[in-house]
């Protein structure tokens, strides 16, 4: 029997090379791998949802809004002769405050709508005095002197919410708004329920600020520390204990933050599954976050100027996985369920000599016995093995 030593060549090379990759990926870490948006150092407040990233820039002698699309890696900005500030995003819509008047070093002002694909501005009404404007669906919301306001783009109506109780900030996500509400002694956390009109209480604090949502999730900064509310299980949880956090941001699992701890202002991560926590490590200053899914924006002084970056945010993953059912007679066919974080790649032993690199497969045992099973997962930053002793009872 003649060897093809071409093909044994190719196997071995083959398997060298995937030994290699396995190795390098084995080595590599939790990380926020970064790229820079914007060069004029002019750039402020980015915000960001899906492929658009949008943020406040004077590089032109006054406050414009830009946006990056991260498809086409197109730049296109407003061309207001007045001063706009304040973006928000939801898709291809971007709202922000048209500056009327600065008082305290706050903006006030009227709110407008633009839609990135048809190129259309919108005024929505307002009394002037508006400020802090977010956007979710059809819905935009803003503080407007001593009220909170809600307009639904389709129907063109516009409620109060919230009235004469000094509020602050504010942020939408889904049916539910959430703001801040300054007094003397005390700032408050306060939830709307659009569809209900419901109106809770969720927080109390000598000091706190940038209130935001991501479905049942509650956060803010208290004390230069966040703070996170179930609103399914009505618990608080402090995420941070540093006391150094500020300007917090959530999307999915993800909470992002700016934080001095080290000296200079950082980008912080955390995921609330696998409770990982990386950070930015660039010795200059990075504040301003925002997220959407695994990307975070902020504004960063590595060149001396403010610039927006964006970084996309790489844990390590943990293997985890159910299996159904777990013992019958053989032949026994058992469906394997993923339940890991953060994984692309999957390699399960089934312990009766086979594997699969299927997320979840079906697998047969074709005699009795007790079997072991072992998941590993891997991503950018590494992989991570799951092993169950006895899992599998096959008689």
């Given amino acids: 029997m003649k060897t093809n030593k071409t093909l044994y060549s190719v196997i071995v090379v083959s398997t060298a090379l995937v030994l290699f990759l396995f190795l390098v990926l084995s080595t590599a870490s939790a990380s926020i791998t970064e790229k820079r948006i914007t060069s004029h150092g002019t750039a402020s407040s980015p915000a960001i949802y899906d492929k658009n990233i949008v943020w406040q820039d004077n590089r032109t002698g006054n406050w414009n809004i830009y946006s990056y ?26 709202v922000w405050i048209d500056i009327l008047d600065r008082i305290d070093n706050n ?17 929505i009404p307002t009394s002037g005095a ?8 059809n819905n935009i919301v803003w503080v407007d002197a001593d009220n909170v306001f809600l307009y639904n783009i389709s129907t063109k109506k516009q409620t109060r919410l919230y009235s004469n109780l000094s509020p602050t900030q504010t942020a939408i996500y889904g049916n539910r708004v959430v703001w801040s509400r300054d007094t003397v002694d005390y700032t408050y956390i306060y939830m709307y329920e659009i569809s209900t009109k419901k109106q809770s209480q969720i927080a109390t604090f000598y000091l706190a600020n ?8 509650i956060i803010w900064e208290a004390y230069g520390n966040v703070y996170m509310y179930d609103i399914t299980t009505q618990k608080q949880t402090r995420i941070t204990t540093r006391g150094s956090a500020q300007s917090p941001a959530i999307y999915g699992n993800n909470i992002v933050w700016q934080d001095n701890r080290n000296g200079n202002w950082d980008i912080y991560a955390y995921d ?21 899914r695994d990307k975070v924006v902020w504004i960063d002084n590595r060149s001396g100027k403010p610039d ?15 299996a159904s059912p777990t013992s019958g007679k053989a032949p026994l066919k058992v469906q394997f369920k993923d339940k890991s974080t953060d994984a692309y790649y999957w390699y ?9 690199t299927l997320q979840s497969p079906l697998h047969q045992y074709k005699k009795a016995g007790k079997y072991t099973v ?11 093995t799951k092993t169950t002793t006895s899992y599998i009872t096959v008689k």
């Fill in 69 to 94: 699309n991260l498809s086409n890696h197109k730049e296109i900005h407003t061309t207001n002769l007045s001063d706009q500030v304040e973006p928000a995003v939801y898709g291809s819509k971007v």
């Fill in 107 to 123: 903006y006030w002002g009227n709110v407008y709508l633009y839609d990135i694909f048809t190129k259309k501005q919108t005024l």
């Fill in 130 to 137: 508006a400020r802090s404007p977010s956007i979710y669906g």
């Fill in 210 to 217: 940038s209130p935001a949502i991501y479905g049942n999730r």
């Fill in 272 to 292: 609330l599954v696998t409770h990982q926590q990386i950070h930015t490590t660039d010795k200059s200053d990075q504040y301003s976050p925002a997220v959407y």
């Fill in 308 to 322: 927006v970056y964006m970084g996309t945010l790489s844990y390590l993953p943990v293997a985890a996985f159910t």
């Fill in 348 to 356: 399960w032993n089934f312990g009766d000599k086979t594997t699969s």
């Fill in 374 to 384: 072992t998941l590993t997962v891997k991503n950018a930053a590494g992989t991570n």
